[in-house]
């Protein structure tokens, strides 16, 4: 497929919205300790610009997910493929995801870690398409909503390329 790509979010909006995340988080977990569950890959950029605007004190674990599609014979379940190295067990834990699209990973991830007994389990998202929800999910922080649009760049991903945009663009067919 020809395509090209499109700038939606320039990297300064992606900079400032971000400073305003890390400013509502640092007053609401203000004397806590927040532990980030950054799911790999396409949330490393997001965290790293997050976390370097964070005040209160952090630690940080990483965990790689993959999601089944409608019609597969897992369909709704995730497969964890790189676990967490740590326990979150009585943490105070903020998810921090790329993307909500249909809802079902984070959905599915929310379910397997608060079995796990957090003290606290939050969602925060660089980016929601709302208008492509299927499963009952909603985040607790969230960047930018947009449209039912394939984006990439800032840590997402069209086949494993342009992660390393600082922006975020639409993938546009020729
Ligand atoms: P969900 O389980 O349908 O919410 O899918 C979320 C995952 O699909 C995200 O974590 C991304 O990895 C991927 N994804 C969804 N929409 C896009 C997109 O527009 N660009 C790149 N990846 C996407
Ligand atoms: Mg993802």
Redesign the pocket.
């Known amino acids: 497929m020809n395509y090209h790509i499109e700038e939606m979010i320039s990297e300064e909006a992606l900079e400032n919205r971000i400073s305003e995340l890390a400013s509502q988080i640092n007053i609401d977990y203000a004397g806590k300790q927040l532990h980030l569950v950054i ?1 790999l890959k ?1 949330s490393v950029f997001f965290a790293s610009a997050l976390a370097r605007k964070l005040t209160v004190p952090v630690t940080m674990d990483f965990m790689a997910v993959t ?1 089944y599609g409608d019609g597969m014979v897992s369909a709704g379940e995730i497969t964890v493929k790189k676990e967490l190295d740590e326990e979150i067990t009585d943490k105070d834990v903020l998810i921090v ?10 959905y599915y991830l929310k379910r397997l870690l608060l079995a796990r007994n957090p003290a606290s389990l939050k969602i925060v998202t660089l980016l929601d ?1 709302p208008e ?1 929800r299927t499963m009952d999910i909603k985040t607790d922080y969230c960047g930018f909503e947009i449209p039912d ?4 760049g800032y840590g ?3 086949a494993q390329r342009h992660r390393n945009l600082s922006y975020v663009g639409a993938v546009i067919q020729d």
């Open positions: 799911i396409g999601s995801e790329d993307i909500v699209d249909s809802g079902r990973t984070l398409k492509c649009k394939f984006v990439v997402l991903d069209y």
